[in-house]
Structure formats: structure tokens, C-alpha cells
């Protein structure tokens, strides 16, 4: 007894000894909320209040010394997250992270991310290097102050690097990894099925749009007809499907509905969730976002009304860090200018929000902003290629790539003047890339130029051309004027649509330049009054050829929210919430439709299970993404089992021809799925079924046999026992005792990729805001986690119930709790 008594007090007194030892290394890293600090390079004092969330107001003399204080802020709270934000772009996270970061890096290098933005730094204007540089020194000050490095570094076993203005711009080009990354895949996806198949089989697969599109201008795009026999007979080309991406639907493995599809699916893990390959494919086809905006006719207080949800990778902390700023008004000099939404940790701007005078919010565009090119090799001389302008030498280029823990290692990428050499196609061809992410000159145009719009027509002005990811961004104005426009760069493409890889070499085809901001495609004061969108097309006609192809959204969730804006005649904030909280289920009614119509007496007698199916569809569905739905998930997990063999079979001699193959990658499956679902074309039916009702059937059995598999019941499976949240710290499986502490709650989470609320396990809304300019304090703003990216802070988390459960969070700030001033070096503080 005294031997154990003495044991347990030895192990008493290692825990708390060891709790404390943790909480001190912690607690050296948490931020300074109060007092003074001094800081070299500020201008005059700046004062920081923050509020019960932690959401700093930021008062200052001028927008350079706002920009410096940000980035103390940003740095103090967040400088892990802008780390790997900038290695990510820069093919530098084998130098934190080690070895297995090392097939990211590769990939990456080969863009020389970090050569771009040197050389677009070097282009900036006085005024906007002024606030790269002041944001970069605040940023170093601010980790600087603190005690010890964020834990992320005593873990990794590293210390950080200090931050450099060209790392703001590293920023900008991790998004457009994030939104526009997948574009070369998607061209090169069309290129594979153009080579393959007959043309008008190659047409009907690629052809945009479905009958839920909702374009704000114009009528949705008409599907072409289904290729007869004469032109593709599967029945006559396939006779049995084999393996891979063609198994069988009998084969629960490859469902795409259950336990063992999602993770089969899921992209190689490195454990840092800012990398777009820790999504599924599923998840990551469903980034894009919802923003619309209101007139001042049909609103509640005739000031334009703007709501905005973002959808990004889910990570803790988040990736946005919500602030406010008020510096004094270049234009109107006799009130400060009141800047108030969200930031991204790395970049002096807020990006999206509002000024007083004008809100805005960002979805991503679907547009082209990339072009494969087939180069032709000059067969005189092996390291030379085709141009319009004769031979040319490939340039080429030794990166270097730091590992921690080992040896550097040598990466020699090639490139063109189009581009770098990324890769080749199904027939051995070397494939370059034109991307405006290469573009320094775009890149070094300064992004803060939208703060100081003053109305709605002068606001699609400034965004046009900005050297960001090229966005849908809404906006309205304070006195009730509305618009849409591209923020962002848009390529003026000549001889070619961009839709699959091309040929360069004879100079018939191209880029001639960008497009001037005067001829952007744009709406102002649409006669509805009401501007929507959601990653499908806004426009059509020469507007949309404008804009180009590179991976539209099925239309679906601008469908329903233009369809609920209509029925609003004078909206509010709570309207707005409510739009933004929609899980309606109008996307997968009729697939319950067909379920239930499939399943006939016949068709049950003959498997008793099937029954049960039809049971839970009939009585569990409630008409939502509900997560206590069964229904709903049983119905999903058909339709995306059914949707995946049709198209493996149709598409097989593509996958047999080019192995990288997957039809997914497209973005089209509704629009001719429920073409074969309506005419159900015989030679266009996998010859393993007699009619299409047997495949359907085929479809339910998989998703059966897949979700009851080791002993579950088909009951158990609920909405929300698969969509259920997976927001968690990029290290917090490297820490096992702590991780779950690192993470967010684990919630069953209203909402699907097909609804307003779009969400998945790991992504989802990144924010909501809703807001009319200069009546923000009447706004909302959401955001899972909290601003801290600290374990001990009070703000680590504090968001983020109201996030999940859709409560009002004011969009300004609440009352001071706590008040620091930076003042310059030599200053005493007073």
C-alpha cells in the first residue's frame, strides 16, 4: 500500500510538474493584449482595442502604420498558419515539415513561385511596396515580442524564419493554388476524352450546364442530344468492366457512398490542411463559395444588403482572421475611413467586407484562367521546341529543396515562354502552362485599391484586373446600387477557347495580353434587383466566352437561393442568415423519385434488404441535409454509386487509353446523367444490365452492401454520421494526447455541397458575413474556431459553436476589453 501510495504521488507530482512545464512553454507564445510596445519603422502611435471575441479595432495615423499593426497582430496570433501559407506556394514545406512533404514541393517548384514574387515586388508601386514592407515589419516585431515561438515550431523541432514582403505575396498565389490548382487537370481531363472519343460523344459529355442553372443575365446553357448508336455502342465496345475506376457496382469498394469510399478517396495526407491535396476529390470540386446582394429597393432600410459565405478547406485555426481599421480618409478628409471584415493572415488588406461606403463579398469564378499548351519538340534539336518565331531552348533550372532532417535535394524543371513544362498528355506529349499566377505584372498590382471605392460603378472599376485570383465579387453601396464584375485578371485569348490542350508553335493561338477594365464583363442595377452567385456561370453569351471554361459548379445552389431571394420583397440581415442556412434537399428530390420508383414489388421480393431501403426513404425523409437523415444519405450515396458506373463504363476506352483518367474531374455528371436517366438510351447502358432499372437496382444493392457492411444496420446511417466535422490542427495527429484538445468538436453538421449551406467534413463556409455599408453595426459575421491561433487563448475557439449552429455574431465589434498601444522606437508609450 505504501509503495503504491508512493507511486501514485511520483506520478501525481510528473503530471502536474509536466502541466506545468507545458504551460509555461505555451504560455511564452500567447499574445500581448495590453500595455505598449515599441516598434521600429512606425510612424506614429497606434492604438489596438479588442473586444470579447478578440477581434481587434486598429486606430492609426495612416494606413502604413495600419498595415505595420496588422501585421504585429497577424504574427502574434497566427504566424504558423502564414508560414505554411507561403511554403506552400514556394515548394519549401519539406524545409519545416521534412520528407514527406517532399511530393508537394516537387510539384510546386516547378511554377519558381518564389522567383514570381520577386519579381512582382520589384514591380509594385511606391505606395503599395510602402505597405508590403511596414505589414513585413510589423509581422517580424510582432513575433519578435513574443516569449517563445508558436508551439508548432517546438514540436516540428524548428524555428521560424522571419518574414519578407515578397511572403505577402507568396500569400496570394497560395490562393490561387487553392482556387485555381486543379485547372490544368481539369483541360487536361477534356483533352483525354477529346482524343478518345467521337466528337459528338466528346460534346455530350462536356457539354455545360443542367437544368438547374440560374445565370443572373441570359438563360442557362441547352444540353446537345445523346449520340445515337452509329456514333458509340457501348454494348458493342464493353462486354465486361475490369478493375480500378471500372469495377463493378456490385463491388462495395467502389460506392463512392460508405465508410471505406471516403477514405479510399481521399488525396495523400501531409498533414497541413492548407494544402488542397488533404481534400477528397468530392471536397475539393466542392470549393467555391455564395455571395449575393440585394438593391436598395428590396431591402428593409433602402441601402444595398450583401451577404457572402466562402468555401475553403476547414482547419484550425481558421483562415481568416477578422479585424477592423480605421485610418484617416485620403478622400474625404473630414471623417477616418472605417475598414471592417475579414483579413488574411499575410496580406495588409481586408478582403472582404466594408469600407462605409461600399460592401463586397468573393466567390470563385469557374473561369479559365490557365491554358495547357502541347509543345512541339524541334526534331533537330533535342532541348529545343517549336515557336511561331522559330527554335527556341527550353530555359532551364536547378531548385533547390531543403528537407529538414536531410539532405537537399536537386529538381531541374523546365520551361517555355508560355510557361513551365508540367507534365505530358495520354500520348507522351510534354505539356506546358499559361497561367496568370506566373504573371508578375499582374501580381504586383495593389490589392488594397478597393478599400477607398465610394460607390458601386466606382468599386467594378478598381476590382477589374487586381492581381488576385480572378473572383465573382458582388457589391453594393450605401445608396442602394448594386454590381457584379471579375476581380481579377481575365486572359484575351486568340484562335482557341482554352477548353483543352492546344498547339502554340504556329502563333495562331495564344494570349494577347489582359483584358482593360473598361471592357470586363459586368452588371449594374439588374432590373430584379437582386445579383447572385455560386460558382456556376453569372452571365452567358459574349460575357461568358469572356470569362472562358475551367470548372463550372452544377447550378443548383444559385437555383435555390435566386429562387428564395425573389420570394424576399423587403430583405433583412436575419432573411440574409436564413438564405445562407438553407440545407434544402431540392437537388436530390427527384433522385428520390427514382429510388422509390425503381424499387417495385418485384424488385423487392427479390432481396428482402431492398424493403428496408425503400422503408427509410419513404419515412425518414424530411426534405433537408438534415444530419439525422437517413433518407437523405441513402438517396446521396445512390445517386453518386450510379453517376460513377455509368460514367466508368461510358468512358472506359478513356481510362484504358490514359490511366490518369477520371471522369469526375470534368464537373458535369448531372446534366447528361439525367439526360440517360430521361431517354435511357440501350446502347449507351452498361451491357453488364438488361435495362436501366437493373443498374439502378445494381446501384442501391452496392450502397447497401457498403453501408451494413461489419454488421452495421442500413438505419444507423444518418446525414450526420458522414458529415460530420473534421476542422482539427495540422499537427494534432502528431500529438496524441493533446490532439483532440488541438481540434474543434467533432458535430454533425447540417448541409451538403448541393445546398446554400454547403458543407462537407473538411470544408465548408470559411465565414459568413452580412452587411450594408454604413450600417455595419446592424451586420452578421461567422467563422469556426475563434481569431487565436493559441490552444490557451480564450479565442481559440470561442467562434465557433455559433458557427456550427448558425447564431448571430455581430459583424463589429463589442465592447473594449483590452487596449495596447505600438508606439515608435523611442517613444515612451504615453
Known sequence: MRGALVSAVLLFVVAAASVWYLRRELGGSLPILDGHRRLAGLQQAVTI????????????????????????????????????????????????????????D????VHRFRHVARQALARTTPHYRALLEAYAAGVNAGLGDLDRAPFEYSVLGRRPTAWRSEDSILTILAMFSTLQGRQATFERTFGSLHDVLPATLFAFLTARGSEWDAPVVGSGAARPPIPGADVFDLRNRIREVRGGRLSSSHDRRSTGSGRSAAAAKRRPALGVPWLPQELSDEEAAGLGSNNWVVDGRHTATGVALVANDMHLALSVPNIWYRAVMRVPDVIAASEPLQLAGVTLPGLPSIVVGSNGYVAWGFTNTGGDWSDLILIEPDTRLPDHYVTAGGARRFEEHDEIIEVAGGSPETLRVRWTMWGPVIGVDLHGRSLAQRWVA????????????????????????????????????????RDGHIGWTIAGPIPRRQGHDGMRPTSWADGTRGWDGYLPAHEYPRVLDPPSGRIWTANAPVVDGDMLATIGEGGYADGIRARMIRDRLMRIERATVSDMLAVQLDDGALFHERWRTLVLAVLSEPVLRADPRRAELKRLVESTWDGRASPGSVAYYLVRSVRQTLVRDVFAAITAPVSQADPDFDYSRALRSEGPMWQLLGERPRHLLDPRFASWDDQIVAAIDAVIADLTADDHQLGENAWGSFNRAQVRHPLAAALPLAGRWLNMPSDALSGDIYTPRAQSPRAGPSERIIVSPGREGEGIAHMPSGQSGHPLSPHYRDQHRAWVEGTPLPFLPGAVRHTLRLVPAGDDGR
Open 106 to 109: 516537387r510539384t510546386t517548384r
Open 49 to 104: 482595442a479588442r473586444d470579447d471575441l478578440g477581434i481587434p479595432t486598429i486606430s492609426a495615423a495612416s494606413r502604413v502604420d495600419a498595415a505595420h499593426a496588422l501585421g504585429f497582430l497577424h504574427a502574434q496570433e497566427r504566424f504558423f498558419q502564414m508560414d505554411v501559407q507561403r511554403r506552400q506556394p514556394a515548394g519549401e514545406l519539406a524545409a519545416l515539415f521534412g520528407e514527406r512533404a517532399l511530393a508537394a
Open 438 to 477: 506566373h504573371d508578375a505584372s499582374i501580381l504586383a498590382s495593389d490589392i488594397t485599391a478597393p478599400e477607398l471605392a465610394r460607390s458601386a460603378t466606382d468599386a467594378l472599376g478598381r476590382f477589374a484586373g487586381l492581381g488576385m485570383p480572378a473572383q465573382n465579387v458582388v457589391l453594393g453601396d
